[in-house]
């Protein structure tokens, strides 16, 4: 499947419509997101990798699930239930990374990723603040100094106008005001792409079987029955040739 993408960014500056097509390919499969769980091949034709933390959203999470430059800041804060939205800041993360050629927030650790995210997002509000869970959470973010929200026009100066644009609408600190990957899928910066009837959506995948208390022996049959009845996909063409 061609290099992952954060060896690509390591080793050339990639053009707009390198970065309209990765990003448009990141939104419709998400979790854990950050370059090496990318590849990407010399058509430009994107693969998420490495699916050990994708789950479902109602579960309670740590904070420690995500490479921390890429780490959604309601993680960091420990807001236990945190929703979809979270995969879309990792994705903004690895945008601007691609836009500018360097990580966004390379935090040297925990405390200092957050003073990074907040140079450029700012202060958040003292309604997002009460709603931290974490009274500890709660005293760090409140005995920081203000910090306005940094221009994104200046930041990424000379992106694409729409790139800037969707960034601004990623990169937001309240989750419930951050963008959907659907409602990323249809902005304007990817118009080329776009295709509502071919965009389709997972169907939810039930995993609760993981909870079940059986013994090892049951276990067995239930793997060897799985290994027995599974159908591959059929190949098309192009992948046969391959």
């Known amino acids: 499947?061609?290099?992952?993408?954060?060896?690509?960014?390591?080793?050339?500056?990639?053009?707009?419509?390198?970065?309209?097509?990765?990003?448009?390919?990141?939104?419709?499969?998400?979790?854990?997101?950050?370059?090496?769980?990318?590849?990407?091949?010399?058509?430009?034709?994107?693969?998420?990798l490495d699916f050990g933390l994708a789950r479902h959203t109602d579960e309670e999470m740590t904070g420690y699930v995500a490479t921390r430059w890429y780490r959604a800041p309601e993680i960091m804060l420990n807001w236990m239930h945190y929703n979809q939205t979270v995969d879309i800041w990792s994705v903004g993360c690895i945008m601007a990374e691609l836009l500018t050629g360097r990580t966004l927030f390379p935090g040297t650790d925990h405390i200092n990723q957050l003073q990074q995210i907040m140079r450029l997002t700012g202060t958040p509000p003292s309604y997002l603040i009460n709603r931290m869970p974490s009274h500890e959470a709660r005293n760090y973010i409140q005995s920081l100094p203000y910090m306005p929200k940094m221009n994104f026009e200046d930041v990424f100066l000379g992106a694409n106008p729409q790139a800037v644009d969707l960034l601004e609408k990623m990169l937001v600190l309240d989750t419930d005001k951050r963008i959907t990957a659907a409602e990323a899928l249809a902005h304007p910066y990817f118009a080329q792409y776009h295709d509502p009837d071919d965009e389709p959506i997972a169907e939810p995948y039930d995993q609760s079987f993981e909870s079940r208390e059986l013994d090892i022996e049951e276990w067995k049959r239930l793997t060897y029955e799985e290994v027995i009845c599974f159908v591959p996909p059929p190949l098309d063409s192009e992948e046969m040739e391959s």
Do not use: W
């Not at 954060?6 to 939104?27: A, E, G, P, R, S």
């Open 1 to 48: 499947m061609g290099a992952d993408l954060n060896n690509i960014v390591k080793c050339q500056k990639l053009t707009d419509d390198h970065v309209q097509f990765l990003i448009y390919q990141i939104l419709r499969g998400l979790k854990d997101l950050k370059p090496s769980n990318l590849a990407v091949n010399e058509d430009c034709e994107l693969k998420i």
